[in-house]
């Protein structure tokens, strides 16, 4: 008896196992089949979601890389602009200072010949 005692929980652990796939009913058995291809279906979805944002963020990281790029051509133009535009301005006033000492050196000497030509150089 004790040799039947040691088999009988095997044996009815041996008959849930031999029975299992006839204990779950069928229409469990389909929906669960359909839930795993709608779930695998989802999955490759996802997946093609990832490859497009992948895709998306290398596309927008060398435009940003370009933009910089670009960014700082402008702004050494920008630079080199503003260099010019101040010694431009320099030599303007430059050149004003030289007209006045001209035009003082003139009024100076008294001549009544170039009051005409200074007054027009006034104006």
Known sequence: MNKYRFLSPFAVIGCFLATGCTMVPERKFEESKLQIQ???????????????????????????????????????????????VLAYQEERDEMAATLNE???A???????????????LDR
């Not at 979805?45 to 490859?51: A, F, K, Y």
């Open 38 to 84: 709608a779930l695998q279906a989802e999955n490759e979805q996802l997946r093609d979601v990832v490859l497009n944002v992948r895709s998306q963020n290398r596309d927008l990281t060398l435009r940003a890389v370009d933009d910089a790029r670009r960014i700082r051509a402008q702004e050494e133009a920008v630079r080199r602009l503003e260099r010019s």
């Open 106 to 120: 003139v009024r100076t000497r008294g001549s009544s010949t170039a009051a005409a030509p200074l007054e027009a």
């Open 102 to 104: 001209i035009k003082s």
